[in-house]
Nanobody
């Protein structure tokens, strides 16, 4: 299993970022996929989950209305569109299929 996250960076409050996660080593389309985040000094927490075909998604309360999870099974790629970013969204973001295998994450920093 290999997961490679990208797309993070430094953004001002109210800004947007689009994270990507390229998956390999397993049959991507057979798995629900998850985005997690880990803020400095905090435990890793769920941001959003999307079904295998992309037909449903669920979000943590803080992400509802601001973040959108999506996937492209033909490209083995998971996305997280993040809008209206807040200081408290600052964290390392990870994708996962099983909450056991992780990539290196991508750092998101929201600062003015």
């Amino acid at each position: 299993v290999q997961l490679v996250e990208s797309g993070g960076g430094l953004v001002q409050p109210g800004g947007s970022l689009r994270l990507s996660c390229v998956a390999s080593g397993f049959t991507f389309s057979n798995y629900d996929m998850y985005w997690y985040y880990q803020a400095p000094g905090k435990e890793r927490k769920l941001v959003a989950v999307i079904g295998r075909a992309g037909s449903w998604a669920n979000y943590a309360n803080f992400a509802k209305g601001r973040f959108t999870i999506s996937r492209d099974n033909a490209k083995n790629t998971l996305y997280l569109q993040m809008n209206y970013l807040r200081h408290e969204d600052t964290a390392v973001y990870y994708c996962s299929a099983d909450a056991r295998n992780w990539g290196q994450g991508t750092q998101v920093a929201v600062s003015s």
